[in-house]
C-alpha cells in the first residue's frame, strides 16, 4: 500500500509514510482512519520523501470537501511533512490551501527537524 500510517495513541501522534503513487482514495481512507481513531486533534509527521501525488483538479475539490466535513467538527492537529521533491512540496501546498484547519503546517527536508517542531506545539484538546 502506498500510503502507510501509525497511531501513536500514547504519544498523541499519527506518523504517516508515502511511498509510491498516493491517489484520492489512499488519503480518504488515510484521513477516516484517524478520524475513526479519535486522532485528527494528534500531531500528524508525514513523510513524503518518496509520494508520487497522483491528483486532478477534481480530487484537490473532492478532498477539500471531506475536509470541510472533518475540520467542522474536529480540531485537527499541527502537520508536519518531510521531503524535498518538487512534487511533495507542490502537493503539501495545495493541501495547506484547501484545508480549512487553522493548524499549523511546515514542511522540513529532514525528519529530526519535523519532529522537534512538533514538539514545540501544545498538547491536543481532544481526545
Known sequence: MP???????AEKLVHVIAEGPVTLKHMEEHF???????ALSYSKLFDATRLEP?????DVMMLGARLS?????FDSGPLAVVGESEDARTAFKRFVNISPSKRP????????????????????KFP
Not at 477516516?32 to 479519535?38: G, K, L, S
Not at 529532514?110 to 501544545?122: G, H, S, V
Open 32 to 38: 477516516d482512519a484517524i478520524v475513526t481513531a479519535n
Open 54 to 58: 497522483v491528483y486532478d483538479d477534481h
Open 105 to 124: 503546517a511546515k514542511m522540513f527536508k529532514r525528519e529530526a527537524d519535523a519532529r522537534a517542531w512538533l514538539a514545540t506545539k501544545p498538547e491536543p
Open 69 to 73: 466535513a472533518y475540520t467542522s467538527n
Open 3 to 9: 500510503l502507510r500510517w501509525e497511531i501513536l495513541h
